[in-house]
């Protein structure tokens, strides 16, 4: 996949109900509901498929856009990790 790399299957996936995945099924359905109103057509009665795929997709958007960024911070993580033990002398513990 080139959205993730294959090492970015190691990680539990984050649940399906999640902050980007919220924000981005309503911004998908804002964005139908948006269309009819340019359109003049009625806001909410018009285009309820429409309405449910924009959603839709946002929901999922938002779902892969939160699992990238969780592998992108575990991998910030693995490496900062990985540098603090390679160099405990830059990292000793505060002494009296």
Do not use: C
């Not at 139908?32 to 997709?57: E, K, S």
């Not at 592998?71 to 993580?77: N, P, Q, S, W």
């Amino acid at each position: 996949m080139l959205f993730l790399p294959d090492e970015a299957r190691s990680l539990p996936p984050p649940p399906l109900v999640n902050k980007g995945s919220v924000w981005l099924g309503l911004t998908g359905w804002l964005a139908a509901l948006l269309d009819n109103g340019f359109a003049q057509r009625p806001v909410l009665r018009a285009g309820v498929h429409r309405q449910i795929l924009f959603a839709t997709v946002g929901w999922f958007a938002g779902y892969f856009l939160v699992k990238r960024a969780e592998y992108v911070h575990a991998k910030l993580d693995r490496e900062l990790l990985d540098y603090v033990r390679r160099h405990p002398e830059d990292f000793k513990e505060a002494g009296w």
